[in-house]
């Protein structure tokens, strides 16, 4: 729902020399920050790119005057529909990306939101030290967003979540106070003691009044991440936790403009025991007996993804792991001091498990070249999940669960027979096994009404089956439009009451990130194609055949971000000069598709907002193999160049060029 116009540009007059960053209320703006990662679509009225805390402050404020929802994002790579909304999108990406300080004897680092995961990383590792959640996305996942969502990654069994590095959070509450909370707040400007105190005060009370109630509900797993962390607001000093209820709560209570991060020591050695399995539930049967030798991580591809990387270009170079055509694989991995007792540690498990388990082979490695083969190949799970054209995919709704470790084999039998009741003929599974949080993603098409009433009916049985195996719907993606539908039913009208109360001292106007974890909009809606999704079928100079047409092979990009990345690749060269999202692959792709489309804000390939994004594309063919989803983006903008010039006509520099 777009706001009124006076509303906008009553904001844009005030905003006027007060912003030191940019206000985008353009139609390209506003597609382009429509989507996530997610199933999810809501167009927001504008974009604001601050250059500053006072930039935050002032916007905050100026949202909560005139009543103007307000959302933080980060990479926007997020799979539970989290970073979409209407009103505004905060991009602290884009400018508020500084490390501040480092300080290798204390292990700590002093960082803007902005900052990405991998070059965080990168900055410490002279130090012998890492920031240790590792998320999948951690080449372009940012620290504010790894904070909103509680981010965990691979190796949490070790290292635990995000909320358990931060030391310290400084935010910008609903009605735009500035606030620091922590032992170690690390701020550059002056803060609001009074409203500090104020949201410590409800967190004292909630923490009193419902204790037998949060005790009883919030399951005793690693890996629960629903709603606001009432579980971990006592430390144990008796010091009400304030900081670790910004983790998990997806910008619904504060904007982080800074935090100071724990830092811990790098492995000294690594290796990998690979393990393949003739099917899934075998292949979690072998998770306890693994976690008796203490790994670093434990985790579960399954044939989906591996069948996956013999299509793209790079991951099929990386698949040399694998004997045959197994139907799921574990990665374990140990860490250790000594090279030599790695060696034997590693010897000894493979030993333990060919006697214990239905393993059918068995790989170890320790060339680290080699196991950044593997790693890379989990990491691009989900991309390589979602390569496949058609309507027809493996789509995140219920794909964040977690139960403990020793169930993981009745639960992962019981989910797959429900979702073979519900008529579901594939599934892809992924799974952070270690800590029990598996990644399932059955075969949808989100274009068809029977579909979409099927994957909210398989949502609510699954909701149940959770409750049964004392779970969590939410390991570590957030909740955001996916999962926030289903919290009362799991943790009862007092706790939910509760969250209410938190939202409203830290957002009193109730402008931040709405409809999320309290008050949710309905999971079924806001859908990125839904039944009345509409694409043109143009004639083409090109073969898309194979993809179901032009639009067919833009709908592939599904918001992953992998052309985000900075560090390794090619992929995408012209947003690495500006950092501006306008520029990268998925940005392009997303253009196409609205343009495409009946969603009304871009109009067929003759738009203009098609020349600007497409303006800097250097159809360099990075993209072709290094999008994990196969986005082809060199086909795409030679086909929509043969539009338009057989409209305007060749340029003369096009001729000039082929000419020479």
Same mark, same amino acid.
């Given at each position: ?5 006076? +509303? ?11 912003? !030191? ?12 920050? !429509? ?24 916007? +905050? ?110 935010? +910008? ?26 949201? !410590? ?159 059918? !082979? ?72 270690? +800590? ?225």
């Amino acid at each position: 729902m777009t706001r009124p116009g006076s +509303v906008l540009a009553a904001l844009q007059r005030e905003l006027a020399g007060r912003l !030191a960053g940019e206000l985008r209320t353009d139609r390209l703006s506003r597609v382009l920050y !429509a989507t996530d990662a997610s199933i999810y679509e809501i167009v927001p009225d504008g974009v604001v790119l601050p250059k500053s805390t006072a930039d935050v402050v002032t916007t +905050v404020q100026l949202c909560a005057q005139h009543g103007l929802p307000l959302t933080p994002r980060g990479a926007g790579t997020g799979l539970t529909g989290g970073a979409v909304n209407r009103g505004l999108q905060l991009d602290c990406s884009r400018y508020l990306n500084h490390i501040l300080h480092i300080d290798p004897d204390a292990r700590t680092a002093t960082v803007e939101p902005g900052v990405v995961l991998d070059e965080l990383n990168v900055a410490v590792k002279p130090h012998g030290l890492q920031f240790a959640p590792d998320v999948a996305t951690s080449s372009r996942a940012t620290i504010g967003g790894m904070i909103a969502n509680n981010s965990c990654g691979a190796h949490s069994v070790l290292y635990g979540r995000t909320c358990d590095h931060v030391l310290s959070v400084e935010v +910008v509450l609903g009605d735009g106070t500035l606030c620091a909370f922590g032992a170690a707040t690390g701020q550059t400007s002056p803060t609001n003691a009074a409203r500090a105190a104020d949201c !410590a005060r409800v967190l004292a009370d909630v923490a009193r009044d419902c204790a037998d109630e949060i005790a009883a509900r919030f399951p005793q797993l690693l890996r629960c991440n629903g709603g606001y962390a009432l579980d971990r607001l006592r430390t144990t000093a008796g010091r009400v936790n304030t900081e670790t209820i910004i983790c998990g709560s997806e910008g619904t209570l504060a904007v982080v403009v800074g935090a100071v991060l724990k830092l811990i020591p790098l492995p000294k050695s690594t290796g990998l025991l690979l393990v393949q399995f003739d099917d899934v539930p075998a292949a979690l049967e072998a998770v306890c007996p693994l976690l008796e030798h203490q790994p670093a991580a434990v985790e579960l591809i399954d044939d989906l993804i591996l069948s996956a990387t013999k299509n793209n270009p790079v991951m099929a170079r990386k698949r040399w792991f694998l004997s045959g055509e197994p139907r799921a694989m574990l990665i374990c991995e140990l860490f250790d001091d000594q090279p030599d007792t790695l060696t034997a540690r590693l010897n000894a498990l493979q030993d333990d498990l060919r006697r214990r388990t239905a393993g059918t !082979a068995y790989r170890v490695v320790t060339e680290p070249a080699r196991q950044a083969d593997v790693w890379d190949v989990r990491k691009s799970g989900l991309g390589l999940l979602m390569s496949r054209p058609g309507n027809r995919q493996p789509y995140a709704f219920i794909e964040d669960t977690a139960v403990e470790p020793a169930r993981l084999p009745a639960y992962i039998r019981r989910l797959d027979q429900l979702l073979a009741e519900e008529g579901i003929e594939q599934t892809g599974h992924y799974a952070h096994a270690s +800590v029990g949080c598996l990644h399932v993603r059955p075969v949808l098409n989100l274009k068809c009404a029977a579909d979409i009433a099927r994957m909210r009916r398989i949502a609510e049985r699954v909701c149940d089956l959770i409750l049964e195996f004392g779970g969590a719907m939410n390991g570590e993606h957030g909740d955001g439009l996916a999962c926030s539908l289903w919290l009362e039913k799991l943790y009862g009208p007092r706790i939910v009451a509760a969250f209410k109360q938190i939202k409203a001292v830290f957002d009193p106007p109730g402008i931040l990130n709405p409809g999320k974890i309290v008050n949710p909009l309905p999971m079924h809606t806001n859908l990125r194609y839904g039944t009345g999704f509409e694409q043109q079928q143009l004639v083409t100079s090109l073969d898309f055949g194979p993809y179901g047409g032009l639009a067919g092979l833009a709908n592939m990009c599904t918001g992953v971000g992998v052309c985000r990345q900075s560090l390794v690749g090619t992929m995408c060269p012209s947003y690495l000069v500006t950092g501006d999202e306008t520029h990268t692959t998925r940005g392009r792709a997303n253009a196409l598709r609205v343009a495409l489309s009946n969603r009304g804000l871009l109009s067929g390939l003759a738009d203009p907002a098609l020349d600007e994004v497409m303006d800097l594309c250097l159809s360099c063919k990075a993209c072709k193999t290094e999008c994990p989803t196969g986005v082809d983006m060199t086909r795409l903008k030679a086909e929509w160049l043969a539009h338009r010039n057989a409209r305007r006509g060749v340029p003369r520099r096009a001729r000039l060029i082929a000419a020479s």
